[in-house]
């Protein structure tokens, strides 16, 4: 158990649907990183957030947004879902507050299907 | 840019094999170096890391080493278990500390 959360496990959703994913970190980690994980496209960056401002952006959709809440969980919203969106989502922390950035923990993921 | 290159799978072997699964990086400076694996069902592990040239990570009997001069962090096992059955990704750190990803690598292991 890496120490990360998220919610739900499944989310099935039709196109054009609007879904939010949850994440909490790791106690004490400042900062969450969002992924998706697809068969085309493998594993990539999509957004990260530390101490509640956004870092650092990757690939990720002008239909997809994301924030960091004062206690530190995470939510990524996908709004427009289109069939390509079906993926797993994964977040990951890191920064246990000594500053070390080096091992980001991943939670379970987030397994999406839009039909 | 960065980017990590690993071999392509499945990799299939018998228990108690060797294992190798090459990964390959292209980076400027000297990034952080990590294998992940992802069992059946589940999120992603980390197994290893490596944080400059010459180091060596290990974990669980899994070995890797940072070799700056073939930029290269094969990840190596003497004797592999059906347990290790799993999807394995290499994963350099860049300087904004996010991770670029290999396309990962199945690994099956028969008894």
């Known amino acids: 158990d890496s120490g990360v959360t998220q919610t739900p496990k499944h989310l099935i959703t039709a196109t054009g649907q609007r879904v939010t994913l949850r994440c909490s970190p790791r106690?004490?980690?400042?900062?969450v990183y969002w992924y998706q994980q697809s068969l085309d496209q493998g594993l990539q960056f999509l957004i990260q957030y530390y101490n509640g401002e956004e870092r650092a952006k990757g690939n990720i959709l002008e239909r997809f947004s994301a924030q960091q809440f004062p206690d530190l969980h995470s939510e990524l919203n996908l709004s427009s879902l289109e069939l390509g969106d079906s993926a797993l989502y994964f977040c990951a922390s890191s920064v246990d507050g000594t500053g070390n950035q080096e091992t980001q923990y991943f939670g379970p993921g987030t397994r999406l299907l839009v039909l | 840019g960065n980017s990590v290159t690993q071999m392509e799978g499945p990799v299939t072997l018998s228990e108690e094999a060797f294992l190798t699964i090459n990964c390959t990086y292209t980076?400027?400076?000297?990034?952080?170096l990590f294998w992940y694996v992802q069992y059946p069902g589940e999120g992603l592990q980390l197994l290893l890391k490596?944080?400059?040239a010459d180091d060596k990570g290990s974990n669980k009997g899994f070995e890797a080493t940072y070799r700056k001069e073939t930029t290269s962090f094969h990840l190596e096992k003497g004797s592999v278990q059906v347990s290790d059955s799993a999807v394995y990704f290499c994963?350099?750190?860049?300087?904004?500390?996010?991770?670029?990803w290999g396309a990962g690598t199945k690994l099956i292991i028969k008894p």
């Open positions: 994963a350099l750190r860049n300087s904004n500390y996010q991770l670029i």
């Open positions: 490596a944080t400059k």
């Open positions: 980076a400027t400076g000297y990034p952080s």
């Open positions: 106690s004490g980690d400042l900062s």
